[in-house]
């Protein structure tokens, strides 16, 4: 009897089934924190790598400008900028896939590596016409940007939730950047909307839904590594 209970147990572990006694949900939850440290882990240093080379393109075009006292890392930008950027961009990147499945519209559209990373090169496209292509007056310039974001969103992106939620987050970072501008933390050169310049919204945006798109890009990574 002891013998054929033994064999039962080895049949079963050989098997690949999990025995209940030894917490399958515990794995399970395992599993899922493990995945979502990892990818949180590398969002954040997305976002941490493209603060670093945008903020660069800022300073060297003197639109945004820092006091001496805190310029001190080899790209010329304040030691606060990367990790707060990596901080968000891991916060959007993991919420965007979270809200999809919370109203239950799965983001379907485009869902490849090659579009992410092309989304990625408009987001600094963006970025640099922002700070090198001259135009005739801010408004100008605010419009252009404007219409390029919307274009990225419908480009790469096309669902209702990630605009909505780019808005919202582009406008909290919109009041965000003001506060601290006003607080003396750092400046922007001819600031024509309060104390910011009228385009960073749109910038904003664009991150938003650059980060969004590869966030869920490594959410379905991870759906698919499951599945199989």
């Not at 965007?96 to 983001?107: A, F, K, T, V």
Request: glycine share 8%; aromatic share 12%; proline share 4%.
């Amino acid at each position: 009897m002891a013998d054929s209970t033994v064999v039962s147990d080895q049949q079963r572990s050989g098997s690949g089934q999990t025995d209940p006694s030894r917490g399958p949900y515990i794995a399970v939850i395992t599993n899922r924190s493990t995945t979502l440290v990892i990818r949180g882990f590398m969002l954040f240093s997305i976002g941490v790598f493209l603060a670093l080379v945008l903020n660069l393109l800022q300073v060297q075009r003197n639109v945004t400008l820092f006091p001496p006292d805190v310029i001190s890392s080899i790209f010329s930008s304040a030691w606060w900028v990367p990790p707060c950027c990596g901080t968000a961009s891991a916060i959007i990147g993991l919420l965007y896939p979270c809200i999809d499945c919370r109203l239950g519209e799965p983001h379907k559209f485009k869902r490849e590596w090659s579009s992410v990373m092309r989304c990625v090169a408009v987001f600094v496209g963006i970025n640099h016409a922002s700070a090198k292509v001259d135009f005739a007056n801010n408004v100008q310039l605010s419009l252009t940007l404007a219409a390029l974001s919307i274009g990225l969103w419908w480009t790469f992106d096309r669902s209702r939730s990630g605009f909505g939620l780019g808005v919202v987050i582009a406008l909290l970072a919109t009041l965000s950047t003001q506060l601290l501008v006003y607080n003396g933390v750092f400046q922007y050169t001819s600031p024509d909307f309060l104390y910011i310049r009228s385009w960073l919204p749109c910038i904003f945006f664009a991150g938003v839904i650059t980060m969004g798109n590869i966030g869920r890009q490594l959410a379905l990574v991870r759906k698919l590594y499951y599945a199989e």
